[in-house]
């Protein structure tokens, strides 16, 4: 099994462009979700999905946008990119043991 | 909703002393507890849980937690701390069930000193 497998591991962008963070795993998860990690502020759930079909809003779900269209595949989408999206974003899915698996991150800057 | 907060930002203990890592909860239903660590340049692992039981739970690396109801506490403990315990690790909440979105809290910075 890959488990969670997330990328880019790097990206810069600049201000106003958009893209998408690939996020996919192979473990029949149904619960995935995105953070975002900055200093001293932890890590900040910004949209999740319980399935198929189903996603829903975290803490910090401006900006971003999230589909669900297969349990496997959970793409995170920058709309339009600011300086305040400079981050290590992490993808991660739960099993019904409650344990997240974690992708490697993706750490982007936006210029 | 749930919400954590962990106190004290950056702990420093001395190799061999107790490591005590301290988490409180928010939540206003019966929580799912957990612990994660981050060694640098590297994911987030999972050291222990509390889901339902005995509400002293023990994990990896010789840590340990106990969920503490009145207290709303979940405080990580080490007997004797090593060299390779230093690292950040997270206190997160859920809402205790399959569907329920983790929450973290700010993180504790671990130094060890020899």
Known sequence: NAGVTQTPKFQVLKTGQSMTLQCAQDMNHEYMSWYRQDPGMGLRLIHYSVGAGITDQGEVPNGYNVSRSTTEDFPLRLLSAAPSQTSVYFCASRGQDEKLFFGSGTQLSVL | ?114
């Open chain 2, 1 to 114: 909703a749930q919400s954590v907060t962990q106190l004290g930002s950056h702990v420093s203990v001395s190799e061999g002393a107790l490591v005590l890592l301290r988490c409180n909860y928010s939540s206003s239903v019966p929580p799912y507890l957990f612990w994660y660590v981050q060694y640098p340049n590297q994911g987030l692992q999972l050291l222990l849980k509390y889901t339902t039981g005995a509400t002293l739970v023990k994990g990896i690396n010789g840590f340990e937690a106990e969920f503490k109801k009145s207290e709303t506490s979940f405080h990580l403990t080490k007997p004797s701390a090593h060299m390779s315990d230093a690292a950040e690790y997270f206190c997160a909440v859920s809402d205790g069930w399959q569907g329920g979105k983790l929450i973290f809290g700010q993180g504790t910075e671990l130094s060890v000193k020899p």
